[in-house]
């Protein structure tokens, strides 16, 4: 228990400081903008009592929204992704199956499963988040083109980190 | 349904007591358990509605009344964190400070009096009292920036105790900046203009036209739109827009060179493109412009709006 409060605390502290002072500064002809903080949330171990898991995913968003300047706005779409992931794993995880399998890494659940529960959240969070931000459907092509766009490149460094510490777990 | 009929059960069983168990689960308690058994199986969703709709006030409330609020860049943990971090970014950057340094001495120069050429001689000195200050200066380093938001803040290292205060106009060497929105003790908010609620006064340069500058819609952080000219400009394609006085900022401060005329627009008046002078992505300094008569002005502006 303590092992895994170290190691998510740690995790939090690096993907904060990895969004706000390097992530916060690239983005792809202003089109695509990565947000992959949302990682720990999605690495939260299964059994994280649901309350729990919405103050971490409330804790995340409004650190991120003091760096951002927009209190709320990744706060609600934090909290919206805690909402989805309970759904998601609900649906697709069997309950006797978190004894041996204590968080959703690529190690413990295999390639489809994670990329198929990474895909679908983030294009949720995407989603909410850029029309909160836009607050407006007139300009509702742009917007998606801008979900579409993040979510593939929050994708793609979601999926590094997690072949690299695939490759680290392997070693042992 | 199941607590319904093991109670009748029960009551089949203890005749004597049925009527009393009808009673107890009509009651206010049994009602008010079998909700709580509701909630926690769908617990998910109903700490979901809770948290979101908190979220979502603070959102709201935050963009609607555009109060101080503690969960901002200008707080003391998030800007000493950023202004800590800038400190390493500045040595990254040094040549291009030198550079913009270099050249706006060299502008400076070339306006001093000492540079002009003077075909009349002065006979006698006399003490000038036509002009008063209007407008202060003062300088702050940015250490927060970003250009691809659709609302976006810059957080500089000024704050009430150097004089910044909330409403004051930011420009930088190369033109405006935007406004200062949230003022901690030694850090300030600047709504940028690239900012959906960004708007300024401005004017063509040569024939003094006066329009609106603001942020393109299309969110690219080189191009805003100058809105409302009378369609008795005759803009040129590459004309200076300069600030018109009206607004935050001195008058003829730059703001960037027409791009486009061809773009749709109202009837009554003409819309333009403007390629921004500024590079957002790239601010380093920038001057906070303190209006020395802008209290007077409003002052006297709330009054007449009072006897409308």
Known sequence: MSKG???????????????????????VYNLSVPYPYILFIFLLPFETPNFLLFVLAFMMGI???????????????????????????????Q??????????????????????YIVVLTLIHHF????????NFSEIQYTIGRVLMSSIFTVFLILISGLLFLRRKERK | MVNLIQHRRLSRHHSLFTTHLLIIHFSPLTTMRNLL?????????????????????????YNSFQNASFVNSSNEITGNLYARVNEFNEYLSLKEVNDSLARENTR????????FYIDSVSKHK??????KKQYVYIIAKVINNSVNRANNYITINRGLEQGVAKGMGVICNLGIVGKVVYVSDHFAVVQSLLHKDSQFSAMLANNKEIGTIQWNDDLDPHKGILKDVSNNALPKLGELVVTSGYSLFPEGIPIGRISNLHIKGGGYSLNMEVALSVDFSKLLFVNVVENKFATEQSGLEAQQKKNE
């Open chain 1, 5 to 27: 409060f170290f190691v998510n605390l740690v995790r939090f502290v690096v993907l904060v400081f990895l969004q706000v002072f390097l992530l916060k500064n690239i983005s």
């Open chain 1, 63 to 93: 650190t991120i929204d003091a760096f951002y300047d927009t209190p709320g706005l990744h706060t609600a779409a934090c909290v919206l992704l805690a909402f989805v992931r309970i759904l998601f794993i609900s649906i697709t995880v």
């Open chain 1, 95 to 116: 309950k006797d199956g978190f004894d041996n399998e204590p968080e959703p890494t690529l190690t413990n659940m295999g390639f489809t499963w994670f990329f198929t």
């Open chain 1, 128 to 135: 909410f988040l850029f029309s909160l931000e836009a607050f």
């Open chain 2, 37 to 61: 058994v509701f909630i926690t199986k769908y617990n998910a969703f109903f700490l979901f509605l809770i948290f979101e709709v908190f979220a979502l006030i603070i959102y709201v409330k």
């Open chain 2, 108 to 115: 400076l120069r070339n306006t001093l009096k000492s540079t």
């Open chain 2, 126 to 131: 006399s003490s000038d009292t036509i002009y």
